[in-house]
């Protein structure tokens, strides 16, 4: 092969490792013992925003993919329910946590992601996170089923002396949880996701949105594969299914 060759090959290569990024996800056929586990079964699944300056894309992204969510359940024949849990920086004036409803219907949650309120968040580093996980906790979840947390910010998460990190953690695993965490690389995230049975993913405020449409297209695949194992290996129960499936130290 001649120079001329080379180049125009090594520049095809280069261009499908450019282009790959955008290529959608191949999902796995689901294999039979999955779907004996999972048909009939339900659950509920709460996305929990930070809703502050930088996290315009993020919202966006996840208006574009979050039908991804419910099919991937429909496809395990599962019976699925979405809800919202807003967040800014409650040590701003202003600033709130809201919560919506569970709902099957994927328009009404994609109404709820454009209508979402928007904060400010202050000039502080850090926003209220681990209240907006308590109040996801709090909200009307199903007796019986597999429940799901995913957490998305590109801040810390503000402690104060009534509320620790440490506290929310152990209320996750005691009211088994299932926490994914979109975010910054602070080591207390990602435990949170590791020790609830989740997944960690990393954000900044300078996550490219092409990555994070990505990003959220693989989330969708591995929260609805983790919740399929939870009922395949733990029967339901996501502490069986960690007694059973440790995570990795």
Known sequence: MGKTGKKLFQNLLNTGKNDSRGLARVDQPINEETLLATRGKSVDLVFVIDTTGSMSDKIKGLLQTCAKFIDRFGNLQMDSRVAIVAFGDLTVKGDKIVATSFTRNIETTKSSLKKIPRYSGGFNRGESSLEALQKAMALDFRDNVVKVLLLITDEPALENH????????????????????????????????????????????????????EMFGDIASKVSETVADVYRIGDGKVSDYLRLNPPER
Do not use: C
């Not at 009211?175 to 690389?185: A, D, G, H, W």
């Open 162 to 213: 009534n509320l620790k990190v440490r506290d929310v953690m152990e209320q996750l695993q005691y009211r088994e949880m299932l926490t994914f965490v979109v975010s910054t690389p602070e080591k207390y995230y990602k435990e949170m996701a590791a020790r609830s049975g989740g997944k960690w993913y990393k954000i900044s405020a300078h996550t490219d949105f092409t990555d994070l449409l």
